[in-house]
């Protein structure tokens, strides 16, 4: 079984930052792409910020400029450093990993939600 444990969300003030962590553990072989997605209150689940193995990101529009996504391969865990944070980004934050384990196909596993809280 492989278990994804985010922390870092919390309530801030509209320009302020947060830094969010994601650690995976279990057994697997590996993990291929990490990310971030968030949901508000009547949105759709929306990607915030992807990051792939190697390296390479790619982020939602919105948050293009203040959101910055990195990875620890070595401890298999993905952060998520946001700054000029506005209210419209308030939401549920949910990790997400990409893992091969031994025998299966690729698999996307989630985090249980952070919550991000943005006032103006």
């Known amino acids: 079984q492989v278990q994804l444990v985010e922390s870092g969300g919390g309530l801030v003030q509209a320009g302020g930052s947060l830094r969010l962590s994601c650690a995976a553990s279990?057994?697997?072989?590996?993990?291929?792409?990490m990310g971030w997605y968030r949901q508000a209150p009547g949105n759709q689940h929306e990607l915030v910020a992807r990051?792939?193995?190697?390296?390479?990101?790619n982020y939602a529009d919105s948050v293009k400029g203040r959101f910055t996504i990195s990875r620890d391969n070595a401890k298999n865990t993905v952060y998520l450093q946001m700054n000029s944070l506005k209210p419209e980004d308030t939401g549920v934050y949910y990790c997400?990993?990409?893992?091969?384990?031994?025998?299966?196909?690729?698999?996307?596993?989630w985090g249980q939600g952070t919550q991000v809280t943005v006032s103006s």
């Open positions: 990051i792939t193995s190697g390296g390479s990101t």
């Open positions: 279990g057994s697997f072989f590996s993990i291929n792409a």
């Open positions: 997400n990993a990409q893992v091969l384990r031994v025998g299966t196909p690729l698999y996307d596993y």
